[in-house]
């Protein structure tokens, strides 16, 4: 059949490849930062405001070629002038993470406290800013013709439970859209999403580490998650999971069970 392709393509490698990773120089990010780099590719380290970190980040990685680059989910017309730099300055770009995100600590019962404005930052930052990013890099995605998309969803799309319930709606929101993008992208390039549970990270304001402990010891894993456990999780997605796409991979210990 005409524009058939074949399989038995093996493990997608990374050396010689342009790694984009917005929210980059913490987090989740930045323990794909470094794998990505390990694994030989050239990466760039997306920050809205962590330039310092970003920038002590690239000083740090193996290889040659990182930058860091300001990706500010909320600034679509920045988004593609990011895109334009990264063409510029490394000619192709070939996998794509999409780490960046917001939330607030807001009780679920507590209506009144989730008001529009933060509301509106959520969904702008965790749904638009993805899309506006997709947008943008998706020419030279498409280019190379053998391109990978990561978002980082979170379990709260699933179970609706999370730091509020304009942040459990927006990655609802991401990863029915990745579905939606992932039938027009291919096949040149595949989209997969990576859903965690609890990180123990600073991501959710006011969450310390004695409550994704908690959290872990509710889970058949009985093991608390650190944000390399789901950089190898987005590894594993870009090098061997070569017939997925618009599928979401959960990353949770088992907690939804």
Known sequence: MDGLRQGGQGEYPLRGRVAVVTGGSSG??????????????????????????????????????????????????????????????????????????????????????LDDATFDRILVTNVRGPFATIRAFAPLLRRGGDAVIVNVSSLSAVTGLGSSIAYCASKAALDTMAMSLARVLGPEIRLIGVSPAAVATDFVPGRGRAGVEKQAATTPLRTVAEADDVALAIMAAITHLRLTTGSTILVDGGRHL
Request: charged residues 20%; aromatic residues 2%; negative net charge.
């Open 28 to 113: 989740i990010g930045a323990a794909a930062v470094r794998r990505l780099a390990a694994a030989g590719a050239r990466v760039v380290v997306g920050y809205n405001a962590g330039a310092d970190r970003a920038a002590a980040l690239v000083a740090e990685l193996p290889g040659d070629g990182h930058l860091a680059l300001r990706i500010p989910m909320e600034d679509s017309a920045a988004i593609g002038a990011a895109a334009a730099e990264v063409e510029r300055a490394c000619g192709r770009a070939d996998v794509l993470v999409n780490s960046a995100g917001v939330t607030r600590a807001v009780p679920h019962g507590d209506l009144d406290g």
